[in-house]
């Protein structure tokens, strides 16, 4: 049983047990959920997207966020010119040996042979090998078949992937128009196209270490070229297959270094003498086989597992990967994250987020070694899609970010919130996550904004004490920086959906949302009650809990955006889902019907809900008045929360040890309502 330490001394702020050094050992490693747009609904999402619903939400996703057209010209200074590789080859000689099978083609498969050989006659130094995979799977990833047509390697490493192209038949499945405002076209097929192309380059990104992946789109007479990145993509015009410029664009490919094709190279392998790994492995808890890889940070090097999670579902954003590593200089066992983080006057890069935590004593969060940017600024570990737009002919407005490529070093925490095996652990550690918040909005001026399960840890101590954190501050947002520049911060609401406030999510009424500490306090309530419905015991069915979780948390994925269901509110309102759920631990209930009971007058009209009817004005009044205490009780308290946990936890009358085990429920696919 896990122990709470209160001091009866300061009610106005409950306070953990004194951190132990003595802390137990740390069991296997956890990856903090990658909370970035699609990757957020994609892991906590009851249900999972059709294929068609997800190559729609990769279209609707990165569009907006499509430079071009480009000239090929303009796109070739991507890459140096290619140098001192003897005689150039002859294009137009490959060229006019593809035209008639092209040209005879009745479908797709009657192109891909002559493509490839068209390709090797344009790239013949051998450092890249085509390779035709259409008929190869190259791997399942976020539900969608990756099975490009074309797929370029290094030398005849099947592993080390350069390039991954599409063909098509069919000029109506181009994604793009050269000559319309705004270059993308809106048809079923080329929504599509642009979808499977997109779930290509965010596999390839995913896959592997990188700053950036190029890929090419090719038609019967006309290829299209892109240059993927965290911040969007950079696509040519129409490329006729016999123009010269084509030609160079893969002279200067097969040329360019591995990092100038898009490969990550500060991660390499390990070189570590086999004795010294043994002893690595043991700690990060692999097999003595698992490859390892060097990654540095600053000054510092670090050893992690090679084998691990694939990255981001996104195709653009942060793409935030966590990892147990070890460090070769101080020889523990730490946290890892390496991201791409946005660069905005009013974020700060997250180690001094945290400097600025600690030096005004917020409590609860994890110690912080090291963080530094990765690379040269001039380098491809800052991204380029958006220098791009002024180089276009008919430039138009995008909301595009800069992300800089990042990595900070923290204290290894073995646990995340889903791991918490009993309802008042679980409640503990969230009490504790919430006093950080509280600590952080109120002392240093920061608000954390992504609350997530992924985002609160904990370690298990030998004493049987637990010691909760909020981690991940960097969508956090200092108050100080902000001011009149808060308009520069990402577009993007923060957080993960299935979390964000209510009032964050639904239509915009004419004027920007800006996030409060109090929609946090909302956000906790939200994540409890999920919590509460995947992992304790209560009275619904597979099928309904399913239904019920996709209708007031999930994205919906029949729609392209991202669209909360219209029962959230109600439910918030009237307590409904809870008294459908009849949760069987006691605890369990009465913390979430007492949040919901405050948070709940944030939506309130008491007017609207009564009219102006004689018979109701009692009622009308006693509703103003109980939102009004409320609501104070919500902007004055930033400790509301914690010491209302902290109530329901010491409160001997409540009993917390009925059903209190972990209850993991199986989802279903529910009916499909018309």
């Not at 981690?471 to 959906?497: C, F, H, I, Y």
């Not at 004005?617 to 509301?640: C, F, I």
Request: aromatic content about 10%; proline content about 6%; charged content about 25%.
């Amino acid at each position: 049983m896990s122990q709470t330490s209160f001091d009866g001394n300061t009610p106005s702020r409950p306070v953990n047990p004194p951190r132990s050094q003595d802390d137990g050992p740390g069991p296997k490693t956890s990856f903090t959920p990658i909370l970035n747009h699609r990757a957020v609904s994609g892991e906590l999402n009851a249900i999972t997207e059709k294929l068609e619903s997800r190559l729609a939400g990769l279209h609707a996703e990165i569009s907006g966020r499509v430079v071009g057209p480009v000239d090929v010209e303009v796109f070739n200074e991507f890459l140096p010119p290619a140098q001192g590789i003897g005689t150039k080859p002859d294009g137009r000689a490959a060229y006019q040996v593809l035209a008639p099978v092209l040209k005879d083609a009745t479908n797709e498969q009657g192109m891909y042979k002559a493509l490839v050989e068209y390709l090797k006659e344009l790239c013949p130094s051998g450092n890249v090998n085509f390779c035709d995979k259409h008929d190869n799977v190259l791997r399942v990833f976020n539900g969608i078949d990756i099975k490009p047509d074309i797929v370029v390697y290094l030398n005849n490493d099947d592993a080390a992937i350069e390039a991954m192209f599409e063909v098509k038949y069919n000029d109506s499945d181009d994604p793009f128009d050269d000559q319309i405002y705004g270059f993308q076209r809106e048809s079923n097929d080329s929504k599509r196209t642009l979808g499977q192309i997109t779930s290509y380059a965010t596999y390839h990104q995913a896959r592997e270490f990188r700053t950036h992946a190029f890929s090419a789109l090719i038609f019967r007479s006309y290829v299209r070229l892109f240059r993927w990145d965290r911040s969007g993509v950079v696509a040519t015009r129409k490329i006729l297959l016999d123009n010269p410029s084509l030609f160079d664009f893969f002279d200067r490919f097969t040329s360019a270094t591995i990092a100038e094709r898009g490969r990550d190279c500060t991660v390499t392998a390990n070189n570590l003498p086999l004795s010294e790994m043994t002893g690595i492995r043991r700690l990060l808890e692999c097999n003595e086989e698992a490859p390892l890889l060097a990654i540095p940070v600053g000054d510092k090097n670090y050893i992690i597992l090679k084998d691990q999670p694939l990255g981001s579902a996104s195709p653009i954003g942060r793409s935030t990967r966590s990892f147990k590593a070890y460090c070769l200089q101080d020889k523990m066992v730490v946290f890892l994250k390496d991201s791409w983080r946005v660069v905005s006057p009013t974020l700060k890069p997250e180690h001094e987020i945290y400097a600025k935590l600690h030096e005004h004593n917020v409590a609860n969060i994890p110690r912080v070694y090291h963080g530094a940017d990765i690379g040269n600024v001039d380098s491809n570990h800052l991204t380029q899609t958006k220098l791009w737009l002024g180089k276009i002919a008919k430039p138009f407005e995008l909301a595009l970010q800069t992300h800089r490529h990042y990595r900070i070093v923290l204290e290894y925490l073995p646990f995340t919130l889903d791991e918490s095996e009993i309802p008042r652990e679980t409640i503990n550690i969230i009490r504790e996550a919430s006093i950080a918040y509280g600590d952080a909005a109120t002392k240093a001026r920061v608000l954390h904004r992504d609350i997530s399960n992924g985002n609160i840890m904990f370690r298990r101590k030998q004493d049987g004490t637990i010691q909760g954190y909020l981690v991940n501050w960097d969508l956090s947002l200092d108050l100080d920086l902000a001011g009149e520049k808060s308009t520069e911060v990402q577009p993007e609401r923060m957080g993960a959906w299935q979390f964000l406030a209510i009032r964050l999510l639904e239509p915009d009424q004419g004027k920007p949302l800006v996030q409060n500490r109090i929609d946090d306090d909302e956000s906790f309530y939200h994540l409890t009650l999920w919590m509460a419905l995947r992992y304790t015991v209560h009275a619904l069915p597979s099928g309904t809990l399913t239904r019920l979780l996709r209708d007031n948390f999930d994205a919906r994925p029949e729609t392209v955006q991202p669209f909360l269901a219209s029962a959230r509110r109600p439910n918030m309102k009237s307590g409904d889902l809870i008294e459908q759920a009849r949760f069987a631990n006691a605890g369990v209930e009465i913390v979430l019907q007492g949040l919901r009971y405050v948070l709940r007058e944030r939506y309130t009209n008491p007017a609207r809900e009564f009219g102006d009817l004689k018979v109701t004005a009692q009622e009308r009044n006693e509703a103003e008045v109980r939102k009004a205490v409320k609501t104070s009780m919500l902007e004055k308290d930033p400790y509301w929360l914690p010491n209302t946990l902290a109530d329901y936890l010491r409160d001997g009358e409540i009993d917390w040890s009925a059903n209190a085990g972990r209850f993991k429920h199986s989802l279903t696919k529910p009916f499909k309502f018309v």
